[in-house]
């Protein structure tokens, strides 16, 4: 069973920065690429980054683009979302998900298992 599990939300100030993390079980975590998603209050969920299996594809929101930073270790299982120059627009429960493929991208039906979620909330 495949389980994915983000840490390290909170509340920040406008500017400040966080950085999430995702670990994964359940499959081998480094023949599938990683996402993040967010969902704010009343809002559909939306695509912030991707990264490819082994590191070297990334891709951004445009939202995100320049301020929020996606990578992996897959010695540890975990994919991380560094977020800088955080807004208030940012806040939102932070998803990670797991793709079906060594590539996947902003689609929702690319990724089939999904963690719980992590809360983000910045103050201005």
């Known amino acids: 069973q495949v389980q994915l599990v983000e840490s390290g939300g909170g509340l920040v100030q406008a500017g400040g920065s966080l950085r999430l993390s995702c670990a994964a079980s359940?499959?081998?975590?480094?023949?599938?690429?990683m996402g993040w998603f967010r969902q704010a209050p009343g809002k559909e969920r939306e695509f912030v980054a991707a990264i490819s299996w082994n590191g070297d594809s990334t891709v951004y929101a445009d939202s995100v683009k320049g301020r929020f930073t996606i990578s992996r270790d897959n010695a540890k299982n975990t994919v991380y979302l560094q977020m800088n120059s955080l807004k208030p627009e940012d806040t939102a429960v932070y998803c990670c998900?797991?793709?079906?493929?060594?590539?996947?991208?902003?689609?929702?039906?690319?990724?089939?298992?999904w963690g719980q979620g992590t809360q983000v909330t910045v103050s201005s």
């Open positions: 998900a797991s793709g079906k493929a060594y590539y996947s991208g902003s689609h929702n039906y690319q990724y089939d298992y």
């Open positions: 359940g499959r081998t975590f480094s023949s599938y690429a």
